[in-house]
């Protein structure tokens, strides 16, 4: 009767551990739901050791349905830990156990059967737990019959997982491939090579670090399954230190992870080409992670992974180096074309337009608004001379027959569209300001002192007020040239309200380093040329100085010979006068001829003064009693013409070194000029007063009239010799007027009122 228990036992055991329509761990669910009901146990388990570590993780139970739960209960431990270390069976009481082997149901006693292969080799330990105290002998026997089905079933299911996991890696391998034959960057590869090896069962978490280099921050990518979740932050901190290692020593490293009780194996490959270090890949999973399929596997992952990346380091790098490259050619032929536009012009005022459209013009503007302020090192400031927009800069043409080649073209701008520049609102503000050179108040100042350009992320806009204006970045950038600061161009993006990019700043500093030399090249030619006119007009002067002293010596040689005969015809006209009676026609025609020769005497005197070298007679003069002299010679003329004189005389005496009596001509000259420009009935005012001439002590004397003033386009040539509007005029009483005063270093001032009268204002200095 025994011996038919044990057969049929044994049949049954076959019959499940050979049924083929079954999973290999739905069959050893069922072996040990066999032994349970058996032999009528309270639980049966059965425990599978780690491959590597004396550890058993693995546990199937009888009402579990097959699936196995993970564990960790190393050797030497519980009661399946002593069996499994001692290979030999072990009894145990409740309290024994390790909690890992406590199931739901209560048993008094439990009993560990070692299961081991052909080879003797632990392949797992039967735990069974009986409600008696122990099992019979002969259950226990029987039970030992049922050990041999368990490792062939283990080995089955070992076997099974190898070829899954040979398939696992195949297909994992297979999907490498596809997604590192596919270009793909980085940032979008990674990820999924991270995915792909928890979906195809390699690991249930992997983690990919790459080092931060020179270029980029070191980067994270993962992905895990649902069952790695609860315990993800524990695997990531291991992940960590376990990478470190790996780096450290330039080779795969295998570490065991046990967060909260779970044993998790990892492993952690370097990825490095060339002695280079780029990364590392770590995977964490169950106890066939670290068999040696699936540590090559994992190796063979990292090896081409760290290809894929040096080769993608490798163009990211050309691709860089082509953008850079673009990049400085596209900013080299810009700064080529500014350099053929500022050398095409030496007009200022329209190379200052060019300077800032160029800056703010096209589809794509550096800045919104650019200023330039030039430096008057005089007034110790830096003053506004033109201020553009992306509203008001049109499009740069490129002049008839410029071409497209880059070697020779440029940009040009039209006079219609720097007037409109001009014209506008924001070009009137900067024309508006002057700022101080201080480098402590602005900016532009601290640009100018410094020599270099200054960028402030965050500035108050210009021209707006301080309280309410937006703020935008500002940058200014000097224009030196020579070693000397010239001005500044100041920009932001105050329209956009955008940020000022790196490249643009360095551009700036590029281009205005042009600019400057441009500019100080136009404002020397424009001194050449201010220089060149003066001389050219100095010039002309001194040849017509040469061309009047030429007629001046002539014309005094002529007055020196007419003045003889002169004299001689008036004598004889005068006696001739005499002896006749004056009623009669003869005595007219004669007096006729001496007021004839007394005017042409006159005449000749002023032409002979004018022409000869006055020496003047220095003395100690009192321009109040000058003036006062003066007066007194032209009244009777003024008071027939019934002019009223006004008179203004400070009590102090006005003394100053000086030749009275050609002051006192130049007076009488003014005054008598004034009389004949006012008729009758007008206003004479006349005053003395203390000025500065010069920086030193001076004297003035007003002269002004009513006499309608002088014409304006007379206006220039009243000092002329020989210009006059008199009809008995010579037109050399202002011209030796202004030669008196001119040779004792004085000035003569004209206020002009036409229509109302003119005011002559002789300033003369006391010393000099």
Not at 669 to 693: T, W
Request: glycine share 8%; charged share 20%.
């Amino acid at each position: 009767m025994a011996a038919r228990k044990v057969d049929n036992l044994l049949e049954q055991a076959l019959v499940i551990a050979q049924s083929s329509g079954r999973s290999h761990q739905a069959r050893i669910g069922s072996l040990l739901r066999l032994a349970a009901r058996t032999f009528g146990l309270a639980s049966a388990s059965l425990f599978v050791p780690d491959p590597t570590e004396p550890i058993l993780t693995q546990r199937y139970l009888a009402g579990a349905s097959g699936i196995a739960q993970r564990c960790a209960i190393p050797f030497d431990i519980g009661c399946a830990g002593r069996a499994a270390s001692q290979r030999f069976d072990v009894f145990c009481t409740h309290s024994e156990l390790h909690p890992e082997e406590r199931g739901g149901a209560e048993a008094t006693g439990y009993h560990s059967l070692p299961v081991l292969d052909g080879d003797d080799r632990l392949v797992g330990v039967l735990v069974l737990g009986s409600a008696d105290a122990s099992l019979s002998p002969e259950s226990l026997a029987l039970c030992r019959k049922l050990l041999p089905v368990f490792s062939l079933t283990l080995a089955a299911l070992a076997a099974a997982e190898q070829t899954q996991a040979s398939g696992r890696t195949m297909a994992l391998l297979s999907g490498l491939g596809h997604l590192l034959g596919s270009p793909s960057a980085a940032g979008t590869l990674l990820p999924r090579i991270a995915r792909l090896c928890t979906g195809s069962g390699l690991a249930g978490l992997a983690v990919i670090r790459l080092t931060p280099n020179g270029r980029s921050r070191g980067r994270v990518f993962k992905s895990c399954q649902s069952g790695f979740r609860q315990d993800l932050e524990a695997l990531l901190d291991a992940e960590q230190k376990l990478s470190a290692c790996a780096l450290a020593a330039g080779a795969t490293r295998t570490d065991q992870v046990v967060p909260a009780g779970a044993v998790y194996r990892a492993l952690s490959a370097p990825l490095g080409s060339n002695g280079s270090t780029m990364g590392a890949i770590t995977l964490f999973g169950g106890p066939d992670l670290l068999s040696p399929e699936q540590v090559d596997a994992a190796e063979t992952v990292a090896r081409l992974l760290s290809g894929t990346l040096a080769e993608a380091i490798c163009k990211e790098r050309v691709a860089s180096l082509d953008s850079e490259n673009e990049k400085k050619l596209k900013e080299l032929s810009l700064l080529y074309r500014l350099s053929n536009t500022m050398l095409s012009t030496i007009k200022l005022n329209k190379l200052i337009h060019l300077t800032l459209t160029a800056l703010t013009s096209g589809p794509t503007p550096f800045f919104d608004r650019a200023m330039l302020f030039l430096t008057n090192e005089r007034s110790g400031s830096l003053v506004g001379m033109l201020g553009v927009t992306t509203e008001t800069s049109p499009p740069l043409s490129i002049p008839q027959g410029g071409g497209e080649d880059i070697l020779s073209s440029r940009w040009d701008i039209t006079e219609d569209e720097m007037a409109a520049q001009r014209d506008s609102d924001f070009c009137r503000k900067v024309q508006g300001k002057r700022l101080q050179l201080d480098g402590t108040l602005n900016i532009a100042s601290q640009a100018v002192l410094e020599k270099r350009l200054i960028y402030i992320p965050d500035e108050a806009v210009i021209g707006a007020d301080p309280a309410t204006a937006p703020r935008t970045a500002l940058a200014a950038s000097p224009l030196i040239a020579h070693g000397q600061t010239v001005g500044v161009v100041l920009v932001d993006n105050a329209l956009t309200q955008s940020p000022i990019a790196q490249e643009h700043l360095r551009f700036l500093q590029l281009f205005t380093n042009q600019a400057g030399m441009a500019i100080e090249n136009s404002m020397l030619y424009n001194k050449i040329e201010d220089a060149n006119r003066q001389l050219s007009e100095a010039q002309e002067s001194l040849l017509q100085k040469e061309r009047l002293a030429a007629i001046g010596e002539m014309a005094a040689g002529i007055a020196h010979e007419l003045k003889g005969p002169l004299v001689s015809i008036g004598g004889f006209a005068g006696r001739l006068a005499r002896k006749l009676p004056k009623e009669s026609t003869e005595w007219g025609h004669a007096d006729l001829i001496v007021r004839e020769v007394v005017r042409l005497e006159g005449i000749l005197s002023e032409i002979l003064l004018f022409s000869k070298k006055t020496t003047l007679c220095y003395t100690r003069c009192n321009m109040v009693d000058v003036v006062k002299e003066s007066l007194a010679v032209v009244t009777p003329p003024l008071e027939e013409k019934q002019i009223r004189i006004t008179t203004k005389f400070p009590r102090q005496h006005q003394v100053l070194l000086g030749d009275s009596q050609q002051l006192k001509q130049v007076f009488i000259n003014i005054i008598l000029n004034s009389l004949d420009a006012m008729g009758s009935g007008g206003e004479l005012m006349v005053q003395v007063l203390s000025c500065e001439l010069d920086g030193k002590e001076a004297v003035a004397v007003k002269i002004a009239d009513t006499g309608g003033g002088i014409p304006l386009e007379q206006l220039n040539s009243i000092f002329t010799p020989f210009f006059t509007t008199k009809e008995s005029g010579t037109g050399l009483g202002l011209p030796i007027a202004n030669r008196i005063i001119t040779n004792h270093g004085g000035k003569i001032q004209i206020t002009n009122q036409p229509g109302q009268g003119v005011e002559f204002r002789i300033v003369l200095p006391k010393h000099w």
